[in-house]
């Protein structure tokens, strides 16, 4: 069975200052989603809800539905406060919890608010990866860098292991990232002919460090609707509030339309070999989105 997961609305990308993301988030359990994701931003273009602090509030509005990070700009963080959260929200909601990583960039202010050079996030995510799997295997840390030198006592709680880790990323470093240390490869922009490339590649990178290769996931923009004028209209609010970005650079990668067409456009995501699917509505309305396409959901 295929999964399919939310993007909460933790961003206020329409600019509507108001804030739904406990509703979304009892919503997408109720009609029968798996998962329930947050995007990451210490500054972005418009307001976001921090994501940790988020699932924590999701998990105590919820029963049993996965709880992920779409993705966590690590080399942003702290890694023994990290530890610490990330170990908090398992505690209180055991074995719900994927830390879903990436390398993000394409904001450069956060990255100077948090004292982290850009050029050094991706070789930071590596690093922040090693000292985490340590951390949360409930062991003390003496990393000696190259970039971020940690010495830790042991954090508790933890989980005793590595959260399951999905690596996100359109990139050949993501690619081998997740090849390399995940257990599952997230992808976002992508027609089903390079989403299949990228799988492809996947495997490929996989064999090489003779592992199992990371389940391929892929995070669609969506949104729900008979009337394809209204739902290009607000998908390019939505790309304008969210990434300052014009509709037309992501259109074609955007799926929109009526529930059957929006079905049939993942299906071929689907033959192409995604094995799971993060839908973040577009809409104004997140939770009328929702609804719909738990539609989407049912008819695959």
Known sequence: MIDFGIMLPSFDSHQRGEWSLLEAARLTEEVGFNSAWVGDHLSFHPPILEALTSLAAVGAVTNSIA??????????????????????????????????????G??????????????????????????????????????HGPLAPVRSPRI?????????????????????????VADAWIGVWMDPDEVGRHI??????????????????LMVFTMVDEDESRAKEQSAALFRGQYNMPYEVVERWTVTGSTQRVADTID????????GFVLSPTGRNSLAQIERLGLVREQL
């Not at 993705?71 to 929200?89: D, E, H, Y």
């Not at 071929?268 to 094995?275: I, L, M, P, S």
């Open 268 to 275: 071929r995501y689907r033959q192409a070999g995604v094995e």
């Open 200 to 217: 492809e590649r996947l495997t490929e990178r996989a064999e090489a460090h003779q592992r199992a290769r990371p389940t391929p996931l």
């Open 67 to 104: 709880l992920g990070t779409n993705v966590l700009l690590l080399a942003l963080r702290q890694w023994p406060l990290l530890a610490s959260q990330l170990g908090t929200i398992d505690a209180l909601y055991p074995d719900r919890l994927i830390l879903g990583v990436g390398v993000g």
């Open 106 to 143: 394409e904001h450069p202010p956060e990255w100077e608010a948090a004292g982290v050079p850009v050029r050094e996030r991706g070789r930071r995510v590596d690093e922040g990866i090693e000292v985490l799997s340590s951390l949360l295997a409930g062991q003390p840390v003496d990393h």
């Open 156 to 180: 508790a709680p933890n989980p005793g292991h590595m959260l399951p880790l999905v690596i996100g990323g359109r990139s050949d470093a993501a690619i081998e990232r997740a090849a390399r």
